[in-house]
């Protein structure tokens, strides 16, 4: 990359290496902005006469062409591509969805710094048209060969950044008490409700039950009757693990036993269960206050139709302190 003062009339097909505000502030143009022959009179008519530019060699990639091609490669799902000023690119949801953010392969492509790309946090929610992510480039120009190896890295190990939308999202609640399931819901329906409205969703089928093994087992099976994208279970004892009512109730409908114990405060008493494809969660305490807690970690994902491991619970320690 060149970079050299020359005079407007020779600017023309330049990029500028500097933003060029007129006498008392006003921006005329911004910095990489490729001239041409209508911004070479503008200026001569703001009596300007020379301009500090620079010019692509071979071997070398325009910024903006570096960033739309990262931008391609990197993601997938319901985003769109807007490119902005400045060697960006930003990626917009285009419809109410949750990201899944492979941290390591971003690691790996920002170590390259000819290209940095900041994100959203894994399983976050994002509302449509809302920004999830930028990529951006070193100034005016990436070298081909450089560009080439982090697209191949990409194009091995696939997307960075997917959005899955979270459409059509049903979600059962079921409220547990050792004495009432009246008091159960009278407690935390306010702060379920709230907690979904967070993602744009309203409780589908709500059930309130005793909290023994065969009565939790009837209020499960009855919501899951109604064919959930997800299954909340609110109670008002704090388990002491699977072995306790809900998970033994979990059990005999035949969950599989996800994860029992989350890195992450609030929420620590995680109990993460699959009935076939429907998740259910108990979250003990969690549903006393909206404040953020490891559910709003994991709902986003799970309401997307995605199936949380083990092992990404246990990746939430890091950042999992949110008290």
């Not at 530019?53 to 799902?77: F, H, I, K, P, W």
């Not at 819901?185 to 709230?194: A, K």
Request: proline share 4%; net charge negative; aromatic share 4%.
């Amino acid at each position: 990359m060149l970079t050299e003062t020359v005079a407007i009339k020779a600017s023309t097909g330049r990029i500028l290496c500097t933003t060029i505000f007129r006498t008392g502030g006003k921006k005329l143009l911004a910095k990489g902005h490729l001239m041409n022959d209508d911004d070479v009179v503008m200026l001569e008519g703001e009596g300007m006469n020379q301009v500090w530019v620079t010019r692509l060699e071979e071997g070398e990639v325009s910024e903006d062409d570096a960033v739309l091609t990262v931008a391609q490669e990197m993601a997938c799902g319901c985003m769109e591509i807007r490119l902005a000023a400045g060697g960006r690119a930003n990626l917009f949801a285009t419809e109410n969805c949750a990201l899944l953010v492979d941290d390591d392969l971003l690691k790996q492509i920002n170590c390259a710094a000819t290209i940095v790309i900041a994100t959203v946090t894994n399983f976050s929610f994002a509302a449509k048209g809302q920004r999830v992510a930028t990529i951006k480039s070193a100034p005016f120009a990436v070298a081909a060969a450089q560009l080439e190896a982090i697209v191949s890295i990409l194009r091995e190990r696939g997307a960075i950044v997917q959005a899955r939308p979270i459409n059509n999202s049903n979600v059962g609640v079921l409220y547990t008490d050792l004495v009432h399931c009246d008091r159960a819901r009278h407690l935390f329906e306010n702060v379920v409700r709230q907690r979904l409205e967070r993602c744009n969703i309203t409780p589908s089928f709500v059930l309130g039950a005793k909290e023994d093994v065969a009565s939790v087992v009837k209020g499960l099976n009855h919501l899951l009757m109604s064919k959930p994208t997800v299954i909340l279970v609110a109670s008002t004892t704090a388990p002491a693990g699977p072995d306790d009512v809900i998970g033994r109730a979990m059990t005999d409908i035949g969950c599989h036993m996800e994860r029992f114990l989350a890195p992450v405060e609030p929420g620590n008493l995680l109990l993460l269960g699959y009935k076939d494809d429907v998740p259910i969660i108990s979250a003990p305490a969690c549903y006393r206050s909206a404040k953020p807690n490891v559910v709003d970690l994991i709902l986003p994902p799970l309401l997307a139709r995605y199936r949380v491991s083990g092992w990404e619970v246990a990746c939430l320690g890091h950042g999992g302190l949110m008290a």
